[in-house]
């Protein structure tokens, strides 16, 4: 079977696809072919040498997977052979074939294609655990999301609308037509201005409810001060620190120098509480995700959960796929397809 293969740290040039030998489905597991992958940030910062939770390389990255089963082991019911199916895998999941527990695999819903199914596990999932199961966001409240027109980004506005509370969200001005489109009430541009006072004004000074920060470093700083009183802040993540070589490993340094360390009398005097969120460990705690992806699918037949692609990058073209979204050109999702 094809794989694809982060050979070692670098650039994108570092991706290759390569003949592995076929996976051979164990106790308790399915054996799925692949019709498409979902790409993550995760990926492109386990490439460039930043993503701690790596195996060595060379190595096959992947969280997410959809396609057909083609065999299961001892223990799982044969019905499942031939039905088209989402998966969450831990790694190994940009292959052509992949074994995986059968408990993490669900039957792909008709309404979805198999680029959608492959968009739901990592962004739908980072995004209820942050706004729903930990976030607790309500309706009326105001919620900011960073990041808006990414993959996390655009799964948080769908549930956050699918709630009812009020949306702010920062991205690239080029997405700001799309995520109005989207049903975003004030998008931000984060770029070209500092969108700390922005938010205020747009907020009458109160701040927001829920903020989701994925960025990192000194922007954690900032995002803090934008909650009010009850205000809850999730972090999830460093694309601050997002660059290949030696450029990468100095602006994550920089990144942990300048995040703020939050005092517990402060929180209590201010009413204000911050938690993260890493959705790679939470495999202990499978039943909770599989409460939250039926949630989810729930939320996918009542068309208010709405998976958007950007773009399918075929196997072979892994480092434009890569460069896509490091050069910040995709809106939603990027997947692959053998
Ligand atoms: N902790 C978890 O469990 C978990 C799970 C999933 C994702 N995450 C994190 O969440 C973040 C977003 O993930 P995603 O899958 O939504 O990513 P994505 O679809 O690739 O979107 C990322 C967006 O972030 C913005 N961005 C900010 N800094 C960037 C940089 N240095 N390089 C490229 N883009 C940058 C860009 O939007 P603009 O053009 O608007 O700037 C880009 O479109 C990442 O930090 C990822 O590691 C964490």
Not at 242 to 268: C, D, E, T, V, Y
Not at 295 to 302: P, Q, S
Not at 309 to 327: K, L
Request: charged share 20%; proline share 5%; hydrophobic share 45%.
């Amino acid at each position: 079977m094809r794989a694809i293969v982060i050979t070692h740290n670098g650039n994108a040039n570092v991706m290759k696809v390569e003949e592995r030998p076929d996976p051979v489905v164990g106790q308790g597991e399915v054996l799925i072919r692949a019709k498409a992958a979902g790409l993550n940030f995760a990926d492109i910062l386990a490439r460039q040498g930043l993503y701690p939770d790596t195996t060595a390389k060379p190595c096959v990255m992947g969280y997410e997977t959809s396609g057909v089963i083609e065999s299961v082991g001892n223990g799982v019911d044969q019905s499942w052979i031939g039905k088209p199916v989402i998966a969450m895998t831990r790694f190994g999941g940009q292959a052509e074939l992949i074994t995986v527990p059968a408990k993490q695999v669900f039957e792909k819903p008709e309404n979805l294609s198999f680029e959608q199914g492959a968009a739901i596990p990592v962004n739908y999932l980072t995004a209820w655990a942050l706004l729903v199961a930990i976030g607790g966001l309500k309706k009326d409240e105001a919620v900011l999301i960073h990041n808006a027109g990414g993959g996390v980004g655009l799964a948080a506005l769908d549930i956050a609308r699918h709630i009812g509370a009020k949306t702010f969200g920062t991205a690239s001005a080029s997405k700001h037509e799309f995520l109005i489109q989207r049903g975003l009430d004030h998008p931000i541009d984060y770029r070209n201005q500092d969108w700390l006072p922005v938010l205020m004004d747009l907020t009458k000074g109160r701040g927001v409810e829920l903020a989701i920060d994925p960025l990192g470093g000194k922007n954690w700083k900032k995002t803090y001060r934008a909650l009010r009183a009850t205000g809850r802040m999730g972090v999830f993540g460093m694309s601050v620190a997002s660059a290949s070589g030696i450029a990468g490993k100095l602006r994550a340094l920089k990144a942990i120098a300048q995040m703020p360390r939050f005092n517990p009398l402060r929180l209590m005097n201010s009413n204000k509480g911050v938690f993260g969120l890493h959705l790679g460990h939470m495999w202990r705690e499978a039943e909770k995700v599989r409460g939250w992806t039926e949630e989810i699918m729930r939320g996918v037949a009542e068309s208010w959960i709405r998976p958007y692609v950007d773009r399918a990058f075929p196997f072979d073209q892994i480092a434009d796929a890569h460069r896509y979204i490091e050069e910040r050109k995709n809106i939603g999702k990027i997947v692959l397809v053998p």
